[in-house]
């Protein structure tokens, strides 16, 4: 398969919006319409292979070349500090990452006043790092799913998380206190198959370069 150019893509949305991309500049994979339990799939013709994995994972592929491209959230490569070439924003998957708490919290207090706080995250890294340059002492809860029950049930006040709408948020009582990052997909790739497969890969980004300025012109 080494003469394959093989992506690791996370499944659902992203995985859809990066193929939509794809076909503009000519890279498809029939094998890949209809519905399938399948997780690797193959365009023979011409020799592009697609994985389909967890998002969070998607950059480890990747940096052990597994993959030699892939399309991941910046809030993952963020959090996970992997050594990877990371040439384009792909300007689909929007969303914010945010510190939000209590709305009655936030009417009672100034953040800028933190010295000492408690916030539960998918995104320890990132939370720290953020704090760490404010001054801010903070002790982390790691979570993976409904973040934002923690403030519900006393286990922590504020929180980290992305936000999109900010819908689920209005729903249980939190509001936005302050945003760390604006998060888009980006393409990601393998630095040993940057070199290897330097002409094809070069080719891929070059392409994707011209069409998102395409779009970039039309708005």
Same mark, same amino acid.
């Given at each position: 398969?080494?003469?394959?150019?093989? #992506?690791?893509?996370?499944?659902?949305?992203?995985?859809? /919006?990066?193929?939509?991309?794809?076909?503009? =500049?000519? =890279? +498809?994979?029939?094998?890949? @319409?209809?519905? @399938?339990?399948?997780?690797? #799939?193959?365009?023979?013709?011409?020799?592009?292979? #697609?994985?389909?994995?967890?998002?969070?994972?998607?950059?480890? $592929?990747?940096? $052990?070349?597994?993959?030699?491209?892939?399309?991941?959230?910046? /809030?993952?490569?963020?959090?996970?500090?992997?050594?990877?070439?990371?040439?384009?924003?792909?300007?689909?998957? $929007?969303?914010?990452?945010?510190?939000?708490?209590?709305?009655?919290?936030?009417?009672?207090?100034?953040?800028?006043?933190?010295?000492? =706080?408690?916030?539960?995250?998918?995104?320890?890294?990132?939370?720290?790092?953020? #704090?760490?340059?404010?001054?801010? &002492?903070?002790?982390?809860?790691?979570? $993976?799913?409904?973040?934002?029950?923690?403030?519900?049930?006393?286990?922590?006040?504020?929180?980290?998380?992305?936000? @999109? +709408?900010?819908?689920t948020m209005r729903e249980n009582g939190l509001v936005e206190v302050e945003t760390i990052s604006e998060i888009t997909s980006r393409l990601i790739v393998n630095r040993a198959s940057l070199k290897t497969k330097?002409?094809?890969?070069?080719?891929? =980004? &070059?392409?994707?370069?011209?069409?998102?300025?395409?779009?970039?012109?039309?708005?």
């Open positions: 398969m080494s003469d394959y150019i093989t #992506f690791a893509l996370p499944k659902g949305r992203i995985m859809q /919006d990066s193929m939509e991309l794809f076909a503009r =500049i000519g =890279i +498809t994979c029939p094998e890949m @319409s209809g519905d @399938s339990r399948k997780l690797v #799939f193959e365009n023979p013709e011409t020799k592009f292979r #697609f994985m389909a994995v967890r998002a969070t994972d998607v950059p480890t $592929y990747v940096e $052990y070349g597994c993959a030699d491209l892939g399309v991941v959230g910046k /809030d993952t490569l963020l959090e996970q500090g992997k050594d990877l070439y990371e040439p384009l924003d792909l300007k689909f998957g $929007y969303c914010r990452m945010v510190v939000a708490e209590p709305g009655a919290l936030l009417r009672d207090e100034d953040p800028a006043s933190w010295s000492n =706080i408690r916030v539960a995250t998918k995104y320890p890294n990132i939370t720290e790092r953020y #704090f760490a340059e404010r001054g801010v &002492q903070v002790e982390l809860i790691k979570l $993976y799913g409904s973040i934002e029950l923690a403030p519900l049930v006393g286990l922590a006040e504020r929180i980290v998380d992305l936000v @999109s +709408t900010g819908a330097h002409q094809r890969i070069t080719r891929i =980004i &070059q392409d994707l370069e011209r069409v998102l300025a395409e779009d970039a012109a039309k708005d």
